[in-house]
């Protein structure tokens, strides 16, 4: 079992930053996948990012490259999600999720544990 807590979530205007934080624990060795996944009001969850727990790789979707950036503290047993330059279509519930195993995972069913989610929003 692996638990996962968020936080750093808020109210922010457009432009502005913010970083979401993910506290793993329970059994947090071996090869495995932390991920940031989203979901808006009326919308599917969908993928934002990724990070191999050893290693340097990382995924990040198409929609937010350039502006968000994975990273982990393996010390810390922390996935972090920095957040630049938001917009408004970035408004949603941010979810921390951890999946067993090698490879990256673009679909929430992929994905093994999640965390309860933070809120973030992006006033225009």
């Known amino acids: 079992q692996v638990q996962l807590v968020e936080s750093g979530g808020g109210l922010v205007q457009a432009g502005g930053s913010l970083t979401l934080s993910c506290a793993a624990s329970g059994r947090t060795y071996g090869s495995y996948t932390m991920g940031w996944f989203r979901q808006a009001p009326g919308k599917e969850r969908e993928f934002v990012a990724a990070m191999a727990w050893s290693g340097t790789r990382t995924a990040v979707a198409d929609i937010v490259k350039g502006r968000f950036t994975i990273s982990r503290d393996n010390v810390k047993n922390t996935v972090y999600l920095r957040m630049n330059t938001l917009k408004p279509e970035d408004t949603a ?32």
Request: contains cysteine; aromatic residues 22%.
């Open 93 to 124: 519930v941010y979810y921390c999720a951890a999946r067993l195993g090698s490879g990256f995972g673009y679909r929430a069913d992929d994905y093994d544990y999640w965390g309860q989610g933070t809120q973030v929003t992006v006033s225009s």
